[in-house]
């Protein structure tokens, strides 16, 4: 059974930093894109970043370019998340997924961890 399970969340003030981390019991975890994403309340789940596994290749949606780095550790099995630079409306559930096939729909999620970024 295909386990991501996302750690580092937490409370931080606004200007502050934290890194998630997502681990992955995938046995071809080098070969899937994987990618964060978060979910406010009363709003719908939203991209964050992305990381391709043919080059490494980044994506990011606007509000975070600069702020936030995607990277991930085949050795390890693990997708990070740096977040810096944390503003009130980042405070959200933030989510990983693995996605097989470029342009499909992600094939597995974790559970979430939550993200608060005080004022």
């Known amino acids: 059974q295909v386990q991501l399970v996302e750690s580092g969340g937490g409370l931080v003030q606004a200007g502050g930093s934290l890194r998630l981390s997502c681990a992955a019991s995938l046995r071809t975890f080098s070969m899937y894109n994987m990618g964060w994403f978060r979910q406010a309340p009363g709003k719908e789940r939203e991209f964050v970043a992305a990381?391709?596994?043919?080059?490494?290749?980044?994506y990011y949606t606007d509000s975070v370019k600069g702020r936030f780095t995607i990277s991930r550790d085949n050795a390890k099995n693990t997708v990070y998340l740096q977040m810096n630079s944390l503003k009130p409306e980042d405070t959200a559930v933030y989510y990983c997924g693995a996605q097989r096939t470029l342009g499909r729909p992600y094939d597995y999620w974790g559970q979430g961890t939550q993200v608060t970024v005080s004022s």
């Open positions: 990381i391709r596994w043919s080059d490494d290749s980044t």
